[in-house]
Structure formats: structure tokens, C-alpha cells
């Protein structure tokens, strides 16, 4: 009895010395306005809750006018980052999920491109006045809507996604990828998310939108100042642009163009034009011998002022007198974005034409 005694003693004295309370983990999103933030939040969400959803066999045509949405009261949890209420709507999540699937997106890669930091805002060349952002990683590009906007996509969606289906997702028209209402403040505000035409990898030098008109085509002169204009018809032809590519890939560009303008105009659909964006090579070779030469500069500097590079880090000279590269590093930044020399990979660069190999 009393070695019973002695180990429920110590059962109890072990209990007692390493309990420890566990909290869930809430996930933060965390953004420069609230909006942001809510919009974040609803794509982890909903994105998380259409996991637990089967995949079913077919589409009907409900799946075609359904919608998740829901109110959120958060009161004062994250009122620095979130609003107190908000509401978050999500329009045809299995059709939007096919889609997503067609273009061989994965929902988790969809989910972490989103919501892994805040979207960032980018310039918009249209006259419609919308907003426009792109993931942190710049995979995915964030479009404002208007309500009459919603809803010529839902009747667009009717004969977009057949189409989708048709064409085995290739296509050169935008890939639509999810349609969101979000509520902040009483304000509604609207945002479908497109897969970025330009590589996220490969800097965009030249950048044209072109309509196959002279007419009122030409960039504006406060366009053409900034440091990456949208430039015109008419621009283009004033350059001498020449875009060479090989036979093959001229005739699937071409089909392509032929299949997608067929169907617009079966739409009746004719306010569109094609965004093309040109990657110079010589210019990427010369900005990646400056960044190396720079970061090559930045190494001799470490080297030679010892332990201070240290201590305005924060970190600690190895056993060997190296110094830490600190976490947040952006020369390391620089090389990552250079690993690949400046090729195009065929699964992020789906509208990527070369104009010679890359090898």
C-alpha cells in the first residue's frame, strides 16, 4: 500500500509540475487596411470550409446562381488589424473551383498565395476606374467589380465555363479564378481574382495593349512617364515592334486567338484587347550582372567591417568569424529570383512564348 501510496504522490506531483493550458491558434491576417485584411480572412475560409465539400460528378445549374456567405461579429478579438463586423460572400464556389482545378491551380497553393501576406495594389491603364492588386508572390492579380458587373459574370459564367471545359482550359482569355462580395462598414465592395497574365519571376520591360485599331491608340504622355507604361496600337507600330517566335508555337497562338475571338463574338461581346508583354533578354543579363556586381560589393563591405555588420543585425559571428545573414535578407531575396537565369517555367509561365531557346 505504501509503494501505491508513493507513485500516485508522484503521478499527482508530475501532473501538477508539467500541465501547461493550450490555446487554438487563430490565424491573423494582418494588412494595411481593413478591407484587406477581410478579404484575406474570407479566402482562408472559404477556401478551409469548400475542403470538407465533395467534388461532384458534374455541375448542375444551381451550382451556377449559388453562393456561401456569412457575418462575422468579432467584437474586440484583432481590432487592430480586423473591423469588429464584416461580412464575406463567396459567388459559385464549385464552379469557381472547377475552374481553378481546369487551369491546374491547386486550392491550397490558391489559399497560401492570398493569404500569406497582403495583396498589393498595382497600377490600373483602364479609364474604369477600378482597383486593382496582386498577391504577395505575384502569381494572381485581384480586380475590383462593380454590382452590374457581378452580374453580367454570372451570366457570363454560364457560357465561360463550357468553354473552359471545351478548350481543356487553354485559352489566352482571362482566367477567372473566384468572385467575392465583401461587407465592411455598410460598404459593399466586389473583387474577382485572375491569374496574373506576366510572369511573376521575369521582370515585364515593354508592355502593350493592343486592340488591332489606329484609332485613338496611343499612349498619353503622363502614361508613357511612368516607369512601366501601357503603350498602344499606334506605339507599338511607331517602335517597329517585331515579335518573333517559331512556327509551331505561331500556329497555337494563333489557333488560340481564333477560338477565343469566335466565341466573344458569339457573345456578342467586342470591348477587348490583347496585353502582351515583352521580356528583353540582353536587359535582364545586364540588370542581373548589376545586381551581382552589387551584391558581390555588399559581401566585401561585410568582410571588411567585421563585427559591427553583427550588431546592426542583431546576430552573432559563427566559431569561424562568419557573419549571420539575417533573416529578412534581401540579397538573398536577389539571388532566389535568379535561380533560374532568366528561362520561363512552363508551370507559372502558361502565356510565356519564347522567342528562342531556353536552355
Known amino acids: 500500500m505504501s509503494v501505491g501510496g508513493r507513485v500516485a504522490s ?10 501547461r493550458v493550450k490555446h ?60 469588429s463586423h464584416f ?42 476606374g477600378a482597383r486593382f492588386y496582386q498577391s504577395y508572390d505575384r502569381l494572381f492579380i485581384i480586380k475590383s467589380l462593380t454590382s452590374e458587373e457581378v452580374e453580367r459574370m454570372h451570366s457570363f459564367l454560364k457560357d ?16 477567372y479564378l473566384a468572385m467575392y462580395r465583401l461587407t465592411v462598414d455598410g460598404v459593399e465592395h466586389y473583387f474577382v481574382v485572375m491569374r496574373n497574365v506576366f510572369s511573376n519571376h521575369l521582370r515585364t520591360h ?11 491608340r496611343e499612349a498619353s504622355d503622363k502614361e508613357k512617364e511612368k516607369d512601366l507604361p501601357t503603350l498602344k496600337d499606334n506605339d507599338f507600330v511607331k517602335e517597329g515592334m ?20 469566335g466565341f466573344l463574338t458569339k457573345l456578342h461581346l467586342m470591348d477587348y484587347s490583347l496585353l502582351l508583354g515583352v521580356h528583353d533578354v540582353a536587359r535582364a ?26 550588431q546592426r543585425w542583431g546576430g552573432n559571428a559563427g566559431a569561424s568569424g562568419g557573419i549571420t545573414t539575417p533573416p529578412d535578407s534581401p540579397r538573398t531575396l536577389v539571388r532566389e529570383a ?22
Not at 105 to 113: A, T, V
Not at 242 to 261: F, P
Not at 286 to 298: H, K, V
Request: hydrophobic share 30%; net charge negative.
Open 160 to 175: 465561360y465555363h463550357p468553354y473552359i471545359v471545351e478548350r481543356h482550359g487553354k485559352t489566352l482569355l482571362p482566367e
Open 242 to 261: 517585331k515579335i518573333y517566335i517559331g512556327e509551331e508555337a505561331k500556329e497555337k497562338l494563333i489557333e488560340t486567338l481564333n477560338a477565343d475571338v
Open 206 to 216: 515593354r508592355k502593350f495593349d493592343l486592340k488591332g485599331s489606329t484609332v485613338d
Open 285 to 310: 543579363e545586364e540588370e542581373r550582372a548589376a545586381y551581382q556586381e552589387e551584391d558581390n560589393q555588399l559581401e566585401d563591405d561585410e568582410d571588411s567591417s567585421g563585427s559591427g555588420v553583427d
Open 24 to 83: 487554438q491558434k487563430v490565424k491573423l491576417f494582418r494588412a494595411s487596411e481593413p478591407l484587406l485584411s477581410v478579404f484575406m480572412w474570407g479566402v482562408n475560409h472559404t477556401i478551409n470550409e469548400l475542403s470538407h465539400v465533395n467534388i461532384p460528378v458534374m455541375l448542375l445549374p444551381d451550382d451556377f446562381k449559388a453562393h456561401s456567405k456569412l457575418k462575422v461579429d468579432y467584437h474586440l478579438f484583432n481590432k487592430e488589424n480586423m473591423p
Open 87 to 128: 461580412k464575406f460572400k463567396e459567388y459559385c464556389p464549385l464552379v469557381f473551383r472547377n475552374l481553378r482545378e481546369r487551369f491546374g491551380i491547386d486550392d491550397l497553393d490558391y489559399k497560401e498565395s492570398l493569404t500569406r501576406s497582403q495583396p498589393l495594389p498595382v497600377d490600373s491603364p483602364g479609364k474604369s
Open 338 to 359: 535568379s535561380l533560374h537565369d532568366g528561362c520561363i517555367i512552363p508551370e507559372l509561365d502558361i502565356y510565356a512564348i519564347p522567342s528562342s531557346d531556353c536552355t
Open 10 to 19: 508522484g503521478l499527482s506531483k508530475l501532473k501538477k509540475k508539467h500541465f
